[in-house]
């Protein structure tokens, strides 16, 4: 565990030096976003990984495997969690208030709407053969939009603040929707309980207010 722990951290540091170099030469000689940039090189590297183990030598070969065979709960409950506090946290809270309708109208209807319509392209243009519980669990995840390079080229290219915000929210919310909803179907294909409207309520309630009420009660 402590090797794949300093395995882990060489590549997070060397990461953060590469990119930090990365984003000032870019900056000097292209005006190309960086944000894109970066997916590149992300998948170029993937790809010659894959291709040879020992392309980038042993240490950052190893690192590389940890990380690309990471648990999905370091994703959901260590990485998540800090990408969503700095969006919320430098969101500007006036703009937000005025876009509220809008935004709780594309992370709530919108959400479902994608849901549904991302479930049955599923079913009736890829063939898949699932029942509708599967393919709506599958077009949950698929709706649960990252805004976080969306709104990064938008700061970076000067556009107006209002489209950031109502991106940025729209995105903070739609990740709590599309939870919802993939707990929903993934309880109704495990459990052998019928599911019912009680039970989906209570669902998007416990996990809509769960985390609100601990935080106000931790202070």
């Given at each position: 565990?402590?090797?794949?722990?300093s395995a882990g951290?060489r590549?997070?540091?060397?990461?953060?030096v590469m990119?930090?170099?990365?984003?000032?030469?870019?900056?000097?000689?292209?005006?190309?976003?960086?944000?894109?940039i970066?997916?590149?090189?992300?998948?170029?590297?993937?790809?010659?990984?894959?291709?040879?183990?020992?392309?980038f030598?042993?240490t950052l070969g190893e690192?590389?495997?940890?990380?690309s065979?990471?648990?999905?709960?370091v994703?959901l409950?260590?990485?998540?969690p800090?990408l969503?506090f700095e969006?919320?946290?430098?969101?500007?809270v006036h703009?937000?208030?005025?876009?509220?309708?809008?935004?709780?109208?594309?992370?709530?209807?919108?959400?479902?709407?994608s849901?549904?319509?991302?479930?049955?392209?599923a079913?009736?243009?890829?063939g898949?053969d699932?029942?509708w519980y599967?393919a709506?669990?599958f077009?949950s995840?698929?709706?649960?939009?990252?805004?976080?390079?969306?709104?990064?080229?938008?700061k970076?290219?000067g556009?107006?603040?209002?489209?950031?915000?109502?991106?940025?929210?729209?995105?903070?919310m739609?990740?709590g929707s599309?939870?919802?909803?993939?707990n929903?179907f993934?309880t109704?294909i495990?459990?052998?309980e019928?599911?019912?409207a009680g039970?989906v309520?209570?669902?998007?309630?416990r996990?809509s207010c769960g985390?609100?009420v601990v935080?106000?009660?931790?202070g």
């Amino acid at each position: 565990i402590a090797r794949s722990s300093s395995a882990g951290a060489r590549l997070v540091d060397k990461s953060t030096v590469m990119g930090r170099y990365s984003v000032n030469l870019l900056a000097i000689f292209t005006r190309f976003p960086y944000t894109v940039i970066v997916m590149l090189m992300g998948a170029l590297i993937g790809m010659l990984h894959e291709l040879d183990t020992n392309i980038f030598g042993k240490t950052l070969g190893e690192s590389l495997d940890h990380w690309s065979n990471v648990s999905p709960e370091v994703v959901l409950f260590t990485i998540l969690p800090i990408l969503l506090f700095e969006s919320a946290f430098s969101a500007d809270v006036h703009i937000f208030r005025h876009e509220a309708k809008q935004i709780f109208m594309l992370a709530g209807p919108g959400v479902i709407t994608s849901t549904g319509l991302t479930a049955a392209f599923a079913i009736y243009v890829f063939g898949y053969d699932w029942d509708w519980y599967t393919a709506l669990m599958f077009g949950s995840m698929m709706s649960a939009t990252d805004p976080v390079a969306v709104v990064a080229l938008v700061k970076e290219l000067g556009m107006n603040e209002r489209i950031g915000t109502l991106i940025e929210g729209e995105g903070l919310m739609n990740d709590g929707s599309a939870i919802v909803l993939f707990n929903v179907f993934k309880t109704a294909i495990t459990s052998s309980e019928t599911l019912t409207a009680g039970s989906v309520v209570g669902t998007a309630f416990r996990l809509s207010c769960g985390g609100p009420v601990v935080g106000v009660v931790l202070g």
